[in-house]
């Protein structure tokens, strides 16, 4: 089992502080969903932990089981077993799919994937999340609607297989059955080998990703915790009772 600890986490951009001390522990086989309204860190905690370089840790850690996740690179945060799943994946023309699949496999392992291996692999996942059989084939992301390039966000994450996926509103851009397949395939990812935290705005995903631990951003902090009920009640309310039920400013995001 391993075990995500973020403690007292402080990220600012451009000298403007977004994240004002995000305390959070997930461990594997967890599913923690992260709501809350536009604005309020979320994006921010995942390019963060990540190591977007636009992002500046001002204080507090992020420690992946024994290794600290704020003193590694990208690539070395990929081979501790952290994956990010983008809100807006990049196409790059040139790079077919399946190259670009069998090499980032090679650099998250450190050794080289026999070919049969990697194709069985790649081709019996890509029928999971049942994509075009022309995938391998064409360049990364080109031409693909903002389904298409979700579903291959998913395809890597189940050839990757890392010990944490941060997923960015993967639900952003598709239609009820395509979300019902992205959905129940990162379900079934869920063991003791694997946990995710899920950031969404909204409740259909959680249909089919059954959260653990559902907590609730406001300005930079996580400010509420709980199970699906929360989900419900944002669901009937919105995020406007919070202001009334923990004194929250939304204007400023300010206790009151």
Not at 99 to 124: H, T
Not at 160 to 170: G, N
């Amino acid at each position: 089992m391993s075990t995500l600890k973020i403690e007292n986490l402080h990220v600012s951009i451009e000298n403007k502080e977004i994240l004002k001390g995000v305390n959070l522990v997930v461990k594997s086989g967890e599913v923690h969903a992260i709501m809350g309204p536009n604005g309020t860190g979320k994006s921010t905690l995942a390019s963060a932990l990540m190591g977007h370089p636009k992002y500046e840790v001002t204080d507090g850690s992020a420690m992946l089981d024994d290794e600290n996740l704020l003193e590694l690179e990208v690539d070395e945060r990929a081979r501790a077993g952290l994956f990010l799943a983008m809100q807006y994946p990049q196409e790059v023309s040139g790079v077919t799919n399946s190259d670009f699949m069998r090499s980032a496999l090679r650099a998250v392992r450190g050794e080289e994937i026999p070919l049969i291996e990697f194709i069985m692999q790649y081709e019996k996942n890509a029928q999971d999340l049942k994509m075009r059989e022309d995938l391998p084939h064409r360049y990364l992301n080109e031409g693909f609607s903002g389904g298409e390039r979700k579903r291959n966000e998913i395809l890597q994450l189940k050839t990757l297989k890392p010990k944490f996926a941060i997923l960015d509103e993967i639900d952003s851009g598709l239609d009820i059955d395509a979300l019902r397949i992205v959905g129940e395939n990162v379900s079934d990812m869920v063991s003791p080998d694997f946990g995710c935290i899920l950031i969404t705005h909204y409740q259909r995903i959680l249909d089919y990703i059954k959260p653990t631990h559902v907590h609730i951003m406001i300005d930079g902090r996580i400010v509420l915790t709980g199970g699906e009920e929360l989900i419900k009640k944002i669901d009937q309310n919105g995020y406007e009772w919070i202001k009334d039920e923990l004194g929250i400013d939304f204007e400023d995001g300010s206790l009151e």
